[in-house]
C-alpha cells in the first residue's frame, strides 16, 4: 500500500512536469510492477485477462525518458492479447514484435525515444508475458501472426510500420507472407534473424528448447545475459524484470510447442519462396556485428533478393534493443520517415 501511495504521487507530479525521470528512476529503478494508475482514456474495449496476469486494462507504467505507457488486453482472433503502447494514437503506428526469451518489454526503451513522433505498440506475442498461453491456440508462427493481424484490425489500425527480432522476425516474415496482412505493412525493420543463408555455427538448439524443461530452469534468462550474446553488462535491475516478465505461468508449456515446430532449414526455405517475393515494402536488415551465430558475411547479398531493400551492421550483439536501444530507434526512425 506504501509503494502505491508513494508511486501514484510521484506519476501525478511527473505528468504536472514536477519529478525528473531521474526522480523516478531513483524511488523505483525498474518498476518491476506497473504504476497503479489507470487511463481515464479507455480507448479499447478490454478483455478478461489471461489467469496469473498482473497488469490491468489501461494501468500506465513509466518507460523510461520521461515517456510512459499503457497496458491493454484486447480479445483477438479468438485469443487475449496483451500490449503496451505509447504516444498519440493518431500518429503513424509502429508495431514492435519480440523474439525469444523476451516481452513487450524488452522494447521500453526504444519505444520511449520514439513515442513523441509515432503510436508505438508493443505486444507480448500469443504464449509469452502476459497474453493468451492456451495450448489449444493456433501456436504456429502462421497462426500467431494472423492473429497480430487480427490484433491491429481490432485496434482500428489500417497500416502500420513493422519491427521484429529474432522470433519476433520469424514472425513478421509470416505476416509478409499472408497476402491479406502484406499490403498494410508500409515498412519492416527486421532484426536478428537468418536472411537468404543457412544460420551460422552455434545454432539456438531447437529440439532442447521444445521440451518444457528447457523454459522451466531458472537461469533461463540470467544465463543469456551472462552469455556469447551480449556485449555490454546490462544492469541487473534489467535482468531481474526480464526475467519476471518472462515467467508468468504457461510460458514455458507455450514456448515448448512453439518451438516444436521451428527450424532454420525449412524457415530458409520459407524465406525464399514465400517471403523475399512479397517484400515490396521498404525493409531494412539489422544485424549486431558482434552476433556469434549471425555474421555480417552472411547478409552481404541479401539486400539484393528486394526491390527496396538494405542491410545495416551495427556496432552491437544480438540483443540490440537492450544493449544500444538508440541505434534501434535511430534506424527505425530513418526506415519510417
Known sequence: MIRSIILAAIFTASVSGAASAEQIAETDPYAPYPLAQITDELRYPAAQPPAGTVSRHGEIEYLANNVFGTHWYVEANAAVWHFVTAGDPEDEVILFVHGHPDTWWSWHDVMSYLAD????????????????KRLELDLTY????????????????????????DRGAVLGDHMVAQDD????????????????????????????????????????????????????????????????????????????????????????DFRLAQV????????????????????????????????????????????IQAEKPELVADAARDLFD
Open 117 to 132: 513522433d509515432f503510436y508505438v505498440i508493443a505486444v507480448d506475442t500469443l504464449g509469452y508475458g502476459q497474453s493468451d
Open 276 to 319: 523475399f517475393p512479397r517484400m515490396t515494402m521498404p525493409v531494412v536488415f539489422m544485424q549486431g556485428a558482434d552476433d556469434p551465430g549471425q555474421r555480417p558475411e552472411e547478409y552481404w547479398e541479401t539486400a539484393d533478393l528486394v526491390p527496396n531493400g538494405a542491410v545495416l551492421i551495427v556496432d552491437a550483439n544480438h540483443f
Open 181 to 268: 496482412i502484406n499490403p498494410r505493412i508500409l515498412a519492416y525493420l527486421r532484426m536478428q534473424q537468418s536472411a537468404d543463408k543457412p544460420h551460422g555455427i552455434p545454432r539456438p538448439a531447437h529440439e532442447q528448447m521444445s521440451e518444457v524443461a528447457f523454459h522451466t530452469n531458472e537461469n533461463v534468462i540470467y544465463g543469456i545475459f551472462a552469455s556469447d550474446y551480449f556485449s555490454v553488462d546490462i544492469p541487473q535491475s534489467h535482468q531481474d524484470r526480464a526475467h519476471w516478465e518472462y515467467f508468468f505461468p504457461g510460458t514455458a508449456e507455450a514456448a515448448a510447442q512453439l518451438f516444436s515446430q521451428a527450424g532454420f532449414d525449412k524457415e530458409l
Open 142 to 165: 502462421a497462426g500467431i501472426a494472423t492473429g497480430i493481424g487480427a490484433l491491429m484490425t481490432e485496434l482500428g489500425v489500417e497500416v502500420f510500420n513493422l519491427v521484429g527480432h
